[in-house]
């Protein structure tokens, strides 16, 4: 996006995620980055702030270039 200034970018939720049953609210997401879409068991919707992520859900985000490697390190934080 713009020349390189941000991405489009998607990740997994691991089977042990740290965000298993977790509103999205309640996950502290890196500024300059916006969730846009979940996929869940092949469904596509627009989440918002009380949508709750499970292990296997597919987060589909905008991302500032500066925020991206964030992001991943957000969203793959594990249960300890």
Known sequence: LEEGKG???SMTLPY???WESCALKDVNFP???LVISL???GEL???NGSTVLHAGDELVAVAEDKSRKALRKVLGELRR
């Open 7 to 9: 991405e489009i970018c």
């Open 45 to 47: 919707t627009i989440p």
């Open 39 to 41: 996929i869940r068991e």
């Open 31 to 33: 500024k300059g980055t």
């Open 16 to 18: 042990n995620t740290a």
